[in-house]
């Protein structure tokens, strides 16, 4: 194993700007064009000026159905005294688009020609009362487009009704920029492809469909090389086939400087490693290098620092190629809901959710680790936090680049509080039925939710919160955190909390009296949780000291995490609901039934995806029967209002 | 030829509202899904929930190179008293990624392992000098994504992270709604493929490649049929082949109620025809109908009401198919720049190009032919006057549903005036060099230019004013009419403006003295033109009468207009200058050279989009080259700035 190798820390700005320079000085531009049919060329970019090389119309037109004339035989026509027309040779009769006989320079609606029977009881002549204006109801030529003019600037991305207009103006082929092609290169012994039989050790390869996609996005080609392993003269001789065949070439991972990173070396033995590592978080490990003459880009392994940096420093090239600039990110300003401290000297791109609550946008950190894709599966958009702040406190304004559009936002139900399994079916069930609207939920304890109603973050929350002297659920907190706020409380379940075990229970724990035990390792809930209020009452009801439980420091934030926890033995036992420990085939000792409510301050009742949302929890059958699934609930009074104060 | 047949006029909210209420009573929902493989399934539809059915990671992982151990094993480790582990059976090294062996629930990282040579050397020992946290940098199971975890819900929209994320949670294939497949069938005897030869009324078939583009868009599978001609059986036949193929079936064109137009009898022999004719201009021919339970649109021919009918009735419901919403379009408020008529009773679709000058969104109609494709194209957005209104004041602020992202009009110069014919190579050589900024012309004639700078709807203005007492160009009319502003004049071309005739010059035309002549018609450009002005000028000079030229009256809009007026014989000559001429192999009758200018005020020189197009008319040679080819230009001044007031 090598050691002491480190990476540089190149600040963000000074990397992008030594690898732009370096794309200038190679040269880097719009790729040659090559011809294609213009009705596939929708999304391309016209690597020329297109001009018309045929008149639209290119022949005098009618405009309608009636008679072309001669708009000099109609001269003094009126009422009075109609003009007489010979049918054939005087008045052609013509369907709209037919083309005008020579010599003819008007039409006559046919509403307005009035036939007059000749020999024989034929059409031989019209009437008109009124004179026709020169070219009266005549497309002439080139109305829509004259040979010679420009139908599409060059280095425009072809629209559909470009399609048409380059078509209608005389061409059958059009010339685009040719795609750029990235070539990619998973690498890494662990790794295997989906499907394949897993072993302990195996990682399912999916970076590569990720930046394949990105390519897709950006209008490049990607073409993803099969995984190479842990081999430096293996990733070197794929290196030097994909810049065979690619205009770029990544490859993932081993960018970073461990005893297994092998890119760097790679790149240096065939070329120029320019920059290894730059000073942001995620996305530190990247590699910036040139080999034969094209750009090699050493992305990390994990997902989040992959898709951060493959977006840093791909995106503007892959653009710059096809002879565009890549769009820019929209931005919105919101508040942070919650503190985010961050480490001094790095940029961290913090992945947050983003709601519109009242009037205001709400910015919620979701998980920070490199290695958790979902927090981009969920994520909004990103919060740069610049390498010279420690942090940004609760309530600061900061400026959000989206990563969905800003009406989407706007049609999100923020939910903050307590975490229930049921809210991922509401989740779905929401977008099934109204694909429009989303529920973005963020779990901080049913203290937090009511705490983030108060603070005008959310616009539902899910809790519930004994309270000890009444025996009462939820209201004694409202009207305690909430005071003088109109707040409606809607039931959404009743459900069973206890202790989860392991499969077969093998600590053989029977209750809370076991959690002092030596071998018995807790694992409990944040401070501020509904669960973590039940788990300290039943300690206090039978007089075991907290400092007694061990394991009772390390928290998780959700049943799931409880249950997770339990699963991979991190800990034997943790206080969460039925249903988690369903989810994982886990073992279950029941310790007691609680109200699950929904708190909605009357503000957002009206709110169009809450009362929707709303709507499905008093009367959605499939859900109901979903939750019922889950096991461990009861949902008889699923959507009643409890309390409307 | 048929007679008396009559659209409908259903006015566009009833007609919307009735196709509604058929498609829910035909139960027309979500399609049905099929599963393929994840990683090609971007931009597809998620036709169920997919939750995670592993684990990511599914093994506690290394999150760092170093060491495995027990935590419990380094309990008491200080700097004064390290902590000694024997290599391999307390401390085991692993890579990132690597899985923690069993029992290990630590990972200390390298450079916090001092390691201690053995026996023989080996590096038997590792030595820490502090105890390390359960689980410290270790990726638990689960961290990422927990077995049983909602990934995405049903109905959205996959994008690039999403499918890293499905495949991390254990799966290869996705359940993604099928495309709707929309069967589209072009009519008419006269349409002929793109590349056929043609002749006087072949009408080239764009359309179903403008419709086939738009599916494409909406997420739907295009299926075009071969054009079929204007035959009933024929088009019967194709439409329960399209019905048997298709969700949905769209016929183009015959969809009015001409003697040519069989779509509708069609559509009624075979099934039903819900509506046919609504109150919008233009797309007032639409069909709606029902065959074999499937939705049938008649669409009609001219290809700007194609392209906005296909928009009102086969968009939502090609969204509908995939379990969407259809994204709601942008709007924008802005300023109407002139005045537009519209017919009562009518509910019409103005195209306008929009322009951000100063503060102010200003949107100026274009074209208003329903065969003007090229309106589309260059429009950046619709207005609708409603059926009620009679038309748009000059002044009025309206809505603008957007066709293009509001950001590129930030970067589009408004330029209204004189045109040129080099503003179109203006106009492709700024995209070429900085293809996010856009030069937008509408050509209302110099007179017009000064006046939209005037009244700030425009950022530049392209002048050739000569004033006839001074004999200067320009200034004075900018004194006059711009008085107090600041305004810096730049030279673009001299050019050569006269009398265009066609290929030699069949109507002997010597100068303006034959413009009096009886078998000799003018055609003459607007009010305010330079172009006008000057021919005025010439016809005062010459003592000539407007009431004696034919064809004074009739009135072109720019320099190619004319030409083209008389290429195709609307008129034997008009003014124009030279590179029109040329374009169209026109012969020319030299009358004067003119000085054309662009007026840019003051505000605007330091406009980036303005200081990029001034810069590469004072120092492009690509484009000064290109100009001077088109012929008749004295490029010699271009870029010197002749005035600044």
Redo the contacts between chains.
Sequence with gaps: ?R?GIYLENTPLDEALNIWTLRLDAAGIGPLEGESIA??DS?GRVTAG?VTAV????????S?M?GYAVRFTDTFGASESSPRRLAVGAQAV?V?????LPDGF?AVVM?EDANPVAGEAGKKGFIEIIQPVA??QHV??????????????????RI???????V??G???DIPVRRRPVVAIIPT?S?IVE??TE?R??S?????S??????V??WGGEPLRLSPVPDDIPLIKQNILEACKKGDLVVVNAGS?A???DYTAKAIAELGEVILHGINIKPGKPVILGWVQNKPVIGIP?Y?VSA?ITFHLFAKDLIYRWQ???A??PEFVRAKISRQAASALGQEEFLRVKVGKVGENLIATPVSR?A????S??RADGFVRIPAMSEGLGAGTEVDVELLR?K?DMENTIVCIGSHDNSL??L??I???RH??YSLSSAHVGSMGGLIALKKGEAHIAGTHLLDEETGQYNIPYLLRLLPGRKVTLINLVYRQQGLIVRKGNPRKIAGFQDLIRDDVVFINRQSGAGTRLLTDKHLREMGISAADVKGYD?EEYTH??V???V??G?ADTGMAILASAR??DLDFIPVARERYDIAVPAEYLKFEPVAALLDLIASDSEFKKEVEDLGGYDVSDMGKILYES
């Design positions: 194993m050691k213009a009705k929708l000026s045929l008149s639209s119309p290119f022949y005098h037109s405009a159905d009769y369907d709209t688009g037919d083309p320079n046919v020169p070219w497309r002439v030529i080139g109305e829509d487009i004259v040979c010679t003019e420009l139908i599409l600037p060059e280095n425009h629209r559909p009704v470009d399609i048409g207009a078509i209608s005389g061409h059958v890494g662990e989906p499907g897993l302990k050790g990682i399912i390869e999916f970076n469909r990720i930046l394949s996609s990105l897709h996005e970073s461990g005893s297994e392994g997902p898709y002879g565009l600039d769009p820019e680790g290695g958790v894709l979902m981009l599966v559009a009406k991922d079916l989740a779905n929401l977008k099934k694909p429009r390390r799931m995490g249950a997770s926890a699963l991979t991190i989810a994982l």
